[in-house]
């Protein structure tokens, strides 16, 4: 095999290469765009799901979400919450500890809710807690739609002197 010849085989490997990495790194960003795009999955006709996604929603400023979850009349209400709010990005802990609960009364079509998140954020020192209070549901044929929001508030410190 000649020089020229080993030169050629090489610049082949090379360009067989750079071509599979740019296939992985697309598939890569293809999932990416796949997993944050697609709607997220949610009991609708599950009372405390709703609600509890909803208290999320505005602790993680997921605007998209929250106003998939209530009334068209109360989207000023979501985008003024999320202008003047940053999102909280705490560490969840272990899956067997509980870091939400919810309360509420319903019937067959009127619901009142109320959801609180509490977590460790962002060491075991410190605390971040969401309350989300009376909020209103309405029972639709597509689930549970939120039609007040009730009552938002938050804090951050220590778990001692919360509230929450």
């Given at each position: ?17 750079a071509f ?24 609708r006709n ?24 209530v ?20 560490s ?57 929001t ?9 778990f ?5």
């Open positions: 095999m000649t020089d020229f010849d080993s030169n050629k085989y090489q610049n082949r490997q090379t360009i067989v290469l599979i990495m740019l296939i992985l790194i697309a598939g890569c960003l293809l999932l990416w765009f796949i997993l944050t795009s697609l709607p997220f999955s949610l009991n599950d009372l405390g799901s709703v609600a509890s996604m909803f208290t999320l929603t505005l602790m993680q400023n997921q605007e998209k979400k929250a106003k998939s979850l009334d068209p009349e109360l989207w000023p209400q979501i985008e003024s919450w999320m202008d003047e709010h940053e999102a909280v990005k705490c969840w802990p272990s899956l067997d500890s509980s870091v939400g609960y919810g309360v509420g009364s319903e019937n067959d079509q009127f619901a009142n809710y109320s959801y609180t998140i509490t977590l460790p954020c962002p060491d075991f020192a410190n605390y971040y807690c969401i309350s989300v209070d009376d909020m209103a549901l309405q029972k639709t044929e597509k689930g549970w739609k939120i039609i007040e009730g009552t938002i508030e938050e804090f951050f410190g220590d001692m002197d919360s509230d929450c």
